[in-house]
Nanobody
Framework: QVQLVESGGGLVQAGGSLRLSCAAS????????MGWFRQAPGKAREFVTA????????EYADSVKGRFTISRDNAKNTVYLQMNNLKPEDTAVYYC?????????????????WGQGTQVTVSS
């Protein structure tokens, strides 16, 4: 059974940092892109970032460019999201995802595995 378990969420003040982790189990995802989406209260789910199967390519939403960094460790079947200079508008549930393909994409339909999500709250 495939599981994606996110951790590292929490409450932080504006300008602070958090590091999210997503550990995958049940199969190896080293051949597939991985990423993060988020959903704020009352808003649609949105793409945040993605990383290709070997980490050679990354993609970011404009709203997080320069502040967030995605990375992966295929030996550990884990993907990370380093979030710096957090803003109140980053408050959301963050979901770890696995793509059907090796390359990055911002299209939600390309992702066929989803974690349960971890809450990130940024206070002003």
């Amino acid at each position: 059974q495939v599981q994606l378990v996110e951790s590292g969420g929490g409450l932080v003040q504006a300008g602070g940092s958090l590091r999210l982790s997503c550990a995958a189990s049940g199969r190896t995802f080293s051949s597939y892109a991985m990423g993060w989406f988020r959903q704020a209260p009352g808003k649609a789910r949105e793409f945040v970032t993605a990383i290709s199967w070997n980490g050679g390519s990354t993609e970011y939403a404009d709203s997080v460019k320069g502040r967030f960094t995605i990375s992966r460790d295929n030996a550990k079947n884990t993907v990370y999201l380093q979030m710096n200079n957090l803003k109140p508008e980053d408050t959301a549930v963050y979901y770890c995802v696995v793509n059907r393909y090796p390359g990055t994409s911002s299209r939600e339909s390309n992702y066929n595995y989803w974690g349960q999500g971890t809450q990130v709250t940024v206070s002003s």
